[in-house]
């Protein structure tokens, strides 16, 4: 499999208004030029706000695929979606949920990256949507994205290839997982299967275990 980094994006954070709060946000990604180093806990200049959920080391760096972006201009009637629009580092084109397994590895630039898990969808996403019912649309949809862990370091940047040089143990999907957790969560025998992934996050080997 192949692929390229359609846009890398990143954000310093920011403070929003909220149901009459101030919250902090990293979602509100902007493509940048040249090259940027992935670190092991994220891309450099890029601020992970929110520490209980977002960012360390299985959610280092989030991708989204292109592809979807028509469909979601079709199905919510807009033509403003930008790159970065759903908070992802790595607007992508060539992996797809339901080719990109958990635990695959591929080498983008200078840096080896590894597939840990999914994305699930907070309210911060319905927040630069101006929707807040979008993160349950959101989930339901299964486009979901994925999040990399940093195996190796280096640079990365838009137009860089995407080269899948190892696949999940299991080849299971994030598709797949995605079905699993949210759709099929009796499923014992596939829990067990996506268990066994050593690339699983702790945070959906936390989900599953607890079925």
Request: glycine share 12%; hydrophobic share 35%; aromatic share 8%.
């Given at each position: 499999m192949t692929g390229r980094v359609v846009s890398l994006n990143i954000s310093p954070g920011?403070?929003?208004e909220y149901n009459g709060q101030v919250v902090g946000t990293g979602i509100f990604k902007e493509p940048v030029e040249g090259r940027v180093m992935a670190g092991r806990r994220t891309l450099e200049g890029d601020r992970q706000v929110d520490l209980r959920y977002h960012g360390g080391e299985h959610k280092a760096i989030y991708a989204y695929p292109h592809e979807h972006y028509p469909t979601w201009a079709g199905e919510l009637g807009r033509?403003?979606?930008?790159?970065g629009q759903f908070g992802e580092n790595l607007t992508t084109e060539g992996l797809l949920e339901t080719t990109v397994h958990i635990g695959d590895r591929f080498r983008v630039g200078g840096a080896v990256l590894e597939v840990t898990q999914p994305r699930v969808p907070c309210f911060k996403i319905g927040i630069k949507m101006g929707d807040p019912s979008f993160p349950k649309r959101f989930l339901q949809s299964m486009r979901s994205g994925f999040y990399l862990r940093v195996i190796?370091?280096?640079?990365i940047g838009a137009g860089d290839a995407i080269e899948r040089i190892e696949i999940g143990p299991e080849r299971m999907s994030i598709h797949a997982l995605y079905h699993l957790r949210f759709r099929d969560?009796?499923?014992r025998d596939e829990i067990r299967r996506a268990l066994s992934i050593p690339a699983l996050s702790k945070e959906w080997r936390k989900e599953l275990s607890g079925l």
């Amino acid at each position: 499999m192949t692929g390229r980094v359609v846009s890398l994006n990143i954000s310093p954070g920011r403070k929003v208004e909220y149901n009459g709060q101030v919250v902090g946000t990293g979602i509100f990604k902007e493509p940048v030029e040249g090259r940027v180093m992935a670190g092991r806990r994220t891309l450099e200049g890029d601020r992970q706000v929110d520490l209980r959920y977002h960012g360390g080391e299985h959610k280092a760096i989030y991708a989204y695929p292109h592809e979807h972006y028509p469909t979601w201009a079709g199905e919510l009637g807009r033509d403003d979606l930008s790159f970065g629009q759903f908070g992802e580092n790595l607007t992508t084109e060539g992996l797809l949920e339901t080719t990109v397994h958990i635990g695959d590895r591929f080498r983008v630039g200078g840096a080896v990256l590894e597939v840990t898990q999914p994305r699930v969808p907070c309210f911060k996403i319905g927040i630069k949507m101006g929707d807040p019912s979008f993160p349950k649309r959101f989930l339901q949809s299964m486009r979901s994205g994925f999040y990399l862990r940093v195996i190796e370091e280096g640079e990365i940047g838009a137009g860089d290839a995407i080269e899948r040089i190892e696949i999940g143990p299991e080849r299971m999907s994030i598709h797949a997982l995605y079905h699993l957790r949210f759709r099929d969560p009796q499923n014992r025998d596939e829990i067990r299967r996506a268990l066994s992934i050593p690339a699983l996050s702790k945070e959906w080997r936390k989900e599953l275990s607890g079925l």
